[in-house]
C-alpha cells in the first residue's frame, strides 16, 4: 500500500495535509547528505549548484477542497475528477480521485500555454483570453488499487460551475463540438507537462541563454522536491514569474486541453485531460 492510498482513509478523518516523513528523518538525510560534500573537492559556484538537488523525499501532501455539485456540463468528469473520493467505473475497473493543490500561478497576461517543457521556447499562447492575476493549480489523482496517476490538471479561475466546454484552441484552428472526432492536442515526450503564461515564457527563454542549468533546476530538481513515486508537481519562481509542472498520465503522449465557461460567459477553467478514461463513449 502505497503512501497516498493511506491519504485516501486518512483525509477522512483528520481533514489536513499529510507530513509523509519525520524531521528527524529529514534531519538525518541531510546530515549525511552534508558529511558526504565535505569530503569532495571544492567546486565552483556552478557546480555546487549543479550537483545539489533538493532531497528526493515524501513530499507534504496538500488537498484542494473543491466544492461538490452537479455538473450542468459533459463531460462531468471534468468536474467531477475535482470532488475529493468521487469515483468512476472505467469497465471492471472502478477509480477513486482526490484534488491535490499544487501552488498558484502568475497569469501576467492571461495569454496561456500548456505544452511539454522540451518545447517551450516555440509554443505560442492559446488564443483565449483567461483572467489576469494569481490563481490555484490543481491536480486530480486517480486511484485504482494502490497505483496512482495525474488524471487532469487545471487551473481554477473561480469556483462557478461551468456550464460549457470547449477546445483550448491554438491561432489558426476552428473550434468544434470536444465530442467531435477531431482532437486538438499537444504533444507530450517526456512524461511531463506545463502551464505557464506567454511573458514568463518569454523571461524563461532569456534567462536560459545564460543559465545553462535553468531548466534543470526548473524542472528536474523541483519535481523531485514534490515525488509521489508514479507522479510528480513543480512550481518554480524565477523573477517575478513562475511555471507550473506535472506528471502526464502514463507517460507520453497526445493530451487535449479544455476552456471552461460559467453561466455568464466567463472563462473559469483551462483543464488538461491526460487521457486515462474514454469519457467521449458516455
Not at 492510498?5 to 538525518?28: C, R, V, Y
Not at 493549480?137 to 487551473?155: H, M, P, W
Not at 466546454?165 to 504533444?187: H, M, P
Not at 518554480?236 to 506528471?247: A, L, R, W
Amino acid at each position: 500500500m502505497t503512501r497516498f492510498t493511506l491519504l485516501f482513509a486518512a483525509a477522512l478523518l483528520i481533514g489536513k495535509p499529510l507530513f509523509a516523513q519525520t524531521k528527524e528523518q529529514i534531519d538525518s538525510i541531510n546530515a549525511e547528505f552534508l558529511k558526504a560534500l565535505k569530503n569532495t573537492p571544492p567546486p565552483s559556484d556552478v557546480e555546487i549548484r549543479a550537483r545539489q538537488p533538493p532531497q528526493k523525499v515524501p513530499d507534504t501532501i496538500h488537498l484542494a477542497y473543491v466544492h461538490a455539485y452537479r455538473p450542468q456540463a459533459l463531460p462531468a468528469l471534468f468536474e467531477t475528477a475535482f470532488f475529493n473520493l468521487s469515483s468512476y467505473k472505467q469497465d471492471t475497473m472502478t477509480f477513486f480521485f482526490v484534488a491535490v493543490d499544487i501552488g498558484e500561478i502568475n497569469c501576467e497576461t492571461g495569454r496561456l500555454i500548456a505544452c511539454d517543457p522540451i518545447v517551450m521556447r516555440d509554443m505560442r499562447p492559446f488564443v483565449q483570453q483567461f483572467p489576469i492575476g494569481r490563481f490555484p493549480v490543481q491536480l486530480s489523482i486517480a486511484n485504482y488499487k494502490g497505483d496512482e496517476r495525474v488524471a487532469f490538471s487545471r487551473i481554477n479561475f473561480s469556483d462557478e460551475p461551468v456550464v460549457r466546454w470547449e477546445f483550448a484552441l491554438d491561432s489558426g484552428k476552428r473550434q468544434c463540438s470536444i465530442f467531435s472526432d477531431t482532437l486538438y492536442s499537444y504533444s507530450v515526450d517526456g512524461g511531463m507537462a506545463i502551464f505557464i503564461d506567454v511573458k514568463a515564457n518569454q523571461a524563461f527563454a532569456t534567462l536560459e541563454r545564460t543559465d545553462n542549468y535553468l531548466f534543470e533546476q526548473a524542472f528536474t530538481y523541483e519535481m523531485n522536491k514534490h515525488d509521489h513515486v508514479s507522479w510528480q508537481y513543480g512550481n518554480y519562481h524565477f523573477q517575478e514569474h513562475n511555471v507550473v509542472s506535472f506528471s502526464t498520465g502514463f507517460g507520453d503522449g497526445r493530451y487535449g486541453a479544455y476552456v471552461g465557461y460559467d453561466k455568464d460567459g466567463k472563462i473559469c477553467r483551462l483543464l488538461t485531460d491526460f487521457g486515462l478514461f474514454d469519457w467521449w463513449k458516455k
